[in-house]
């Protein structure tokens, strides 16, 4: 560059490039304001796509009921007590269980999956894209497919009829177990991934500290690699519990209306019965519970050194 | 020398150990006696925390790799918690979930100690390695200071009274003060609770001042074996030389044997050391000679019995308590000399680079040295 043309760094700002220097000498050497520069443009699309939405539903589920679906003048409590009827109570109890039982289950599947892999060998990269694959496919097509699977007329029941070894197809398709077998394939990998993560921390120093003062194998895992891969067990837990018990689409495809969750109410009352009042009071419900739940496990779980949660 | 009546606690027979193709430790032998303090010293990657940990069980020999004995027994298929031993790790490697109490009463836990008996033996560990336990037995590890770590970890190891206390540079992560401290404190507790030690450190003043005995390990091999006034006095080759303490290097040729004594040429003039056997006459040698026991004179001056060469200071560094003068002989070698700094005030500082001197020793304090090992 030549010594007669100034930088264009230090050039006479005009127009735009001064309104954006302007703008910028705004946050020079404040800490909060860049830091509000920064979570800003996430925290504003939070606000209107997310809290705003709920915000309107929540002001919803105490409006009254119009004919055709719509929301008419005054305020009610009646959508919130309408819902200590037996019938919705039970599809609450029914998908707090299946909700639970997925994450238990998970947990059952999925904690020797991330014990092997975190263990290392020489598959460890392998077995980790294996869990990451199904994400791959819409979860939608991935539901279809068990579809195919589990029909009368599909994979299972074909195989085990042309063996001989059934007479008739075995019924599991609109069954409890066809609507665990689909929560729980859809949610592993959230179990498996936080506690592999976990294990995978762990100092071996403490594996072979256990080892040296006597513990066994199965000692030295209850004592030391369990408690201290419990963060992994919470993280990966609340990842699948929260998801399964919202979940309508496993449920709706796999369970048939007898299976009905407590999305597929909340589903219905958007959609078929034109019930938003309901609908949103439904949602809000369970939001309520599931806050309830995740607030009591967690303090449990920060309750300090010595205790094993 | 191990006294000969007494049975060793351990001993290493042989043993060789690869990962991959890199030879960890190649065929290494060495007994360990009852209440021993038994160092592995050496730099990093020359094996010695291997060996610790093919003593303790965390690694098996090659399997041909020889045999590793605790009281007799061949153990080398035998896991850790079958051994009857405890350790003090690198990283103390304290449970991070449990308090202090928690971790020291571990041992005694899996061991299966009476659970009565469990607090009271907890107290004592505690004390013994004076950390108050109302203050700091309910404390989580991250807490600690990385002294009161240090701490933790002794006691959990020493609670459970091991025959046999394998320590992996326990003190690495201290500052020097506390460091010196703890030296002290672990060889005092060597002697009081009977325990045999076998300690990992790079730090050849750590490993001089606390051990019976040094293993100096270099490239997967035991260099040296012997008293830690052994090794520093008769340093067997240049590696054991050049690592514990400071050394001189000359190199000459066996010109004739005088006595007991060699004569060595070299190109700043002939000295004699002690004569070796396996070494003839014409042959080439490298003698070590540690700086301070070479004294240094006006120039023709010095005992007439000790070996005299002629040289000029080169350089001076003050090191407090000592100056190392560095001095040229002819020829080019440079020898450095260790003097005792004893004051401008009493004795004025008496070389200046540039003065003509005569560098002096007792033929003793030479030392012929065997080749390093490929």
Not at chain 1, 129 to 149: D, G
Not at chain 1, 282 to 296: D, W, Y
Not at chain 2, 140 to 147: M, N, Q
Request: proline residues 7%.
């Amino acid at each position: 560059m030549s010594s007669s043309s100034p930088s264009p760094f230090r050039a006479p700002a005009s127009g735009l490039v001064a309104l954006r220097r302007r703008f910028f000498a705004l946050f020079r050497g404040r800490p909060e304001t860049t830091a509000w520069t920064l979570v800003g443009p996430g925290l504003s699309w939070m606000l209107l796509f997310f809290i705003g939405p709920l915000l309107l539903m929540l002001f919803y589920s105490f409006k009254q009921r119009g004919v055709y679906g719509v929301v008419v003048d005054g305020y009610t409590i009646e959508h919130y007590l309408r819902f200590a009827d037996p019938l919705y109570l039970g599809i609450l109890w029914r998908t707090l269980k299946m909700a639970l039982s997925c994450t238990i289950i998970c947990l059952l599947l999925g904690y020797p999956v991330a014990y092997v892999i975190a263990a290392g060998g020489r598959f460890k990269n392998l077995l980790l894209f294996l869990v990451v694959l199904p994400f791959w496919t819409s979860f939608l097509v991935r539901t279809f497919a068990m579809i195919f699977l589990m029909r009368d007329t599909g994979l299972i029941n074909t195989t085990l009829l042309s063996l001989g070894l059934i007479d008739e197809p075995i019924a599991m398709l609109y069954t409890p177990f066809a609507v665990m077998a689909g929560l729980v394939y859809g949610f592993l990998p959230f179990m498996v991934l936080p506690i592999y993560t976990s294990l995978e921390k762990l100092d071996p120093s403490l594996l072979e500290a256990a080892e040296v003062l006597g513990a066994r194998p199965v000692a030295r895992f209850l004592r030391v690699t369990l408690p201290l891969s419990m963060p992994g067990v919470a993280a990966g837990s609340l990842l699948v519990f929260i998801p399964s018990l919202g979940s309508y689409l496993t449920p709706d495809l796999l369970g048939g209306a007898k299976q009905m969750m407590i999305g597929n109410l909340v589903q219905n009352q958007f959609t078929s019965a034109r019930n938003w009042p309901f609908g949103s009071a439904a949602s809000f419900i369970v939001m309520a519970l599931v806050l309830v739940a995740v607030v009591g496990f967690l303090r449990k779980r920060d309750a300090g050194p010595g205790s094993v949660l | 020398m191990p006294d000969s009546t007494s049975r060793p606690v351990i001993e290493f027979r042989g043993v060789s150990k690869t990962f991959g193709a890199f030879k960890a430790v190649r065929s290494i032998d060495f007994q360990i006696e009852e209440g021993e303090f038994f160092s592995l010293l050496g730099p990093s990657g020359c094996g010695k925390t291997t060996t610790l940990r093919l003593l303790a069980g965390f690694e098996t020999p090659d399997p041909d790799g020889g045999e590793v004995r605790i009281r007799g027994q061949v153990v080398n298929d035998k896991r850790p918690y079958e051994r009857d031993l405890s350790m003090v790790f690198q990283s103390y490697a304290l449970f991070p979930h449990l308090s202090v109490e928690r971790n020291i009463a571990f041992g005694l836990e899996q061991r299966k100690v009476a659970k009565a008996e469990i607090p009271d033996r907890v107290a004592k560990a505690m004390e013994m390695v004076r950390l108050p336990q109302d203050q700091f037995g309910g404390r989580a590890p991250s807490a600690l200071s990385g002294g009161q770590r240090q701490r933790v970890a002794l006691a959990r190891a020493l609670v459970v009274e091991p025959p046999l206390l394998l320590l992996d540079e326990p003190l690495g992560a201290l500052d020097l003060k506390l460091r010196k401290e703890m030296q002290l404190e672990l060889k005092e507790l060597n002697k009081r609770l009977g325990i045999t030690f076998v300690y990992v450190t790079h730090d050849q003043e750590e490993a001089l001042t606390m051990s019976d005995r040094i293993a100096v390990m270099d490239n997967a091999r035991i260099a040296q074996l012997g008293r830690p006034e052994e090794i520093y006095e008769h340093p067997r080759t240049p590696f054991v030389a050049r690592f514990i303490g400071e050394s001189n290097f000359l190199e000459g040729r066996i010109a004739a044997v005088e006595g007991e004594l060699f004569r060595i040429d070299t190109a700043a003039g002939p000295f004699q050391v002690p004569a070796v056997s396996g070494r003839a006459v014409g042959g080439a040698a490298t003698i070590a000679l540690r700086p301070e026991r070479v004294q240094l004179s006006p120039p023709g001056q010095g005992d007439p019995a000790f070996n005299r060469l002629p040289g000029t200071v080169v350089h001076i560094v003050y090191r407090g308590e000592n100056l190392h003068v560095r001095v040229q002989l002819p020829g080019g070698a440079i020898l450095t000399a260790a003097a005792r700094n004893e004051g401008q005030l009493r004795v004025p500082l008496r070389w200046t680079v540039g003065d003509e001197l005569t560098v002096s020793w007792n033929p003793l304090d030479g030392h012929v040295l065997e080749d390093d090992p490929a």
